[in-house]
């Protein structure tokens, strides 16, 4: 919803040309076909692995010693890699610029170090791509790939035939831009340099990118008009959020380390603006914004603990309006179709639905959107307590929506105003039966939801010892003022408890595969997540350290995807 993830798509890439070596990649770049001739200033997005060896030290950790996916690993994933790597630097790194045409889309300038041109053609023919000279360090490829192969000193360069510009004689070293990323840094990372008098044409670059997918985007024989509506609407919000990160970031740096000594992963982001641009603004109201949660007391024996302020720009601002107005008639027609319900209910359910929507248009008029978690473990067996803020414009219109939850469904029993902590009204809301799924397995059943409202913040609190808790915060909340704070996205937590709750769901639906994954990765007592954000000197810094669970969780997903296609 905001304006400060990275561009992921270029990034999908990424993997499948590390570890599957350069058919792969090749074929990918060959989709760019019959292009004008590329511009002498040159917009990219630079990929790099930093070396052959580490990626395979990594994913042998993550696949083999992780995952337990030994047989895998050893008929399957390794025998390819190795396939690879005939004639390559195995110690030095692989480098990919992915840029970017008007009018045919994504294409790619790979790097590959070798040590041997001759094994490594040798390797380029058994790929099923053919290699003939042309000119002095410069090869004619064909077949499975159609484009030229530029030898450097100790590097090979490829370009599709369309690109041939994009690796000319005098090219510089690949090493010059990624010496400040390579390893020890990171062993994988992304990195974005632009300038300012290019953010238009890298707007414009992206016209074709962006129209292939939203092609993708296809109308199901099962949701309705509006319905698909919505998605696309949905795609085109984030597809301009990319669009604008990729034109207006004067640098980018995203890296990652695994490291199997000390078991963990650490990543780390480097993000700066371009002066001037609306992103720029967004980025400089970081360090000035309110927020009310900063000096809440951390839970103690927290689960799961975090808090997010962040700006909502004018162009956010626009694209959640869009997305409000394209989900009112889909939710209105989902009501109608609704079986169970009975006219009241409906009539009851379309006025919660308006009130929450007019609610969040409300509340985009703050220009950011602030917010905590705290989750605890509960008094009973297997259960957990937790409690949720956001900051709001006119809070007190909960109470309103809150008090028509039982005219939707009678399984919704409320107690309004069963405490009040300050300028708090506390309300009580217990679900005797049909408890979602993943809800019970948190909280158990049944379920007791505490919600708190005030003028201008909204407590909402899970768990059947929970209303202390609540009251609790209130109190801090009513005797602290606003605070600002450079520090506006932190999280930590057990991601364990939350792969259980998945169990809970339908065996056959939901993605099955890979809740099973999920299940399998975190619940093994290693799976806590630590993530910070901050804007210091211009620049928004984060970073991420996590226990063995996620990279479990990667080394089963490669895994399932060499099962599925080696």
């Known amino acids: ?44 997005i630079i990929l790099m692995q930093s070396s052959s060896d580490g990626l395979i030290a990594d994913l042998e950790y993550m696949v083999n010693e992780l995952a337990k996916k030994k ?37 790619y300038r790979p790097y590959f170090p070798i040590v041997d041109l001759a094994l490594f053609r040798n390797n380029l023919d058994a790929l099923g791509i053919t290699s003939r000279p042309v000119a002095r360090n410069l090869f004619q490829l064909e077949q499975a790939f159609n484009g030229h192969m530029r030898v450097l000193s100790d590097y090979a360069v490829f370009a599709p035939t369309e690109w041939k510009e994009i690796i000319p004689d005098d090219l510089t070293s690949p090493e010059v831009e990624i010496e400040n990323i390579v390893a020890p840094t990171y062993d ?33 024989s099962t949701e309705s008009a509006e319905e698909f509506e919505l998605r696309k609407i949905l795609a085109e919000n984030q597809l301009a959020k990319l669009s604008n990160l990729y034109a207006e970031l004067k640098y980018l740096e995203a890296g990652w380390t695994t490291d199997s000594e000390k078991n ?21 109201r970081i360090p000035n914004l309110e927020t009310r949660f900063h000096g809440l007391k951390q839970v103690d024996n927290f689960v799961a603990t975090g808090r997010i302020t962040i700006p909502v720009s004018p162009r956010g601002q626009e694209r959640l309006q869009r997305t409000y107005d394209a989900y009112h008639p889909v939710i209105d027609q989902k009501i109608d179709n609704h079986e169970s319900m009975d006219a009241s209910q409906k009539k009851a359910s379309k006025e919660a639905v308006n009130k929450v929507i007019a609610l969040l248009e409300k509340n985009l008029e703050m220009g950011q959107f602030d917010s905590f978690v705290q989750m605890r473990k509960g008094k009973k067996k297997n259960t957990h307590e937790a409690i949720f803020g956001v900051q709001m414009t006119d809070g007190k219109q909960v109470d309103e929506i809150v008090k028509l939850l039982p005219k939707v469904y009678s399984r919704y029993v409320l107690k309004a105003d069963v405490a009040q902590a300050g300028a708090f009204a506390i309300h009580h809301i217990k679900l005797e039966d049909e408890v979602p799924p993943m809800l019970e397995s948190l909280f158990g059943a049944p379920l007791d939801v505490y919600v708190g409202t005030s ?81 210091k000197d211009g620049q928004v810094h984060g970073e991420v350290k996590v226990e063995p669970g996620l990279l479990r969780f990667l080394g089963l997903a490669v895994a399932k995807f060499a099962e599925e296609n080696l």
Not at 11 to 20: A, E, G, K, Q
Not at 75 to 102: S, T
Not at 269 to 281: C, D, H, K, N
Not at 490 to 508: R, S, V
């Open 264 to 284: 963990e992963g650490r990543g780390k982001l480097i993000m700066e603006a371009l002066e001037g641009t609306p992103l720029a603004e967004s980025f400089n």
């Open 1 to 44: 919803m905001h304006e400060l993830a990275p561009p992921a798509h270029p990034l999908r890439s990424m993997t499948r040309i590390c570890v599957f070596g350069l058919l792969g990649l090749l074929a990918t770049a060959s989709h760019s076909s019959q292009v004008s001739a590329a511009d002498p200033a040159e917009d990219k």
């Open 188 to 220: 994988a990372a992304v990195k974005i340099e632009n300038s300012a008098d290019r953010i238009q044409a890298r707007h414009d670059s992206l016209k074709a990118v962006r129209a292939n997918s939203l092609a993708e985007v296809k109308k199901k």
């Open 455 to 535: 003028e201008n913040i909204l407590l909402v609190a899970f768990g059947s010892n929970s209303l202390d808790w609540l009251k609790q915060v209130a109190g801090e909340l009513e005797t602290s003022e606003p605070t600002t704070s450079p520090l506006f996205l932190t999280f930590k937590g057990q991601m364990g408890p939350f792969a259980n709750a998945l169990t809970a769901l339908k065996p056959n639906e939901n993605r099955p595969k890979l809740r099973e994954m999920i299940v399998e990765a975190f619940t093994q007592g290693d799976d806590y997540i630590e993530m910070s954000d901050t804007f």
């Open 71 to 107: 047989k895998q690993w050893a008929n399957n994933i390794q025998p390819n890699i190795e396939l690879f790597l005939d004639g390559v630097d195995r110690e030095k790194p692989i480098r990919v610029d992915a840029m970017f045409d008007e009018k045919q889309g994504e294409y």
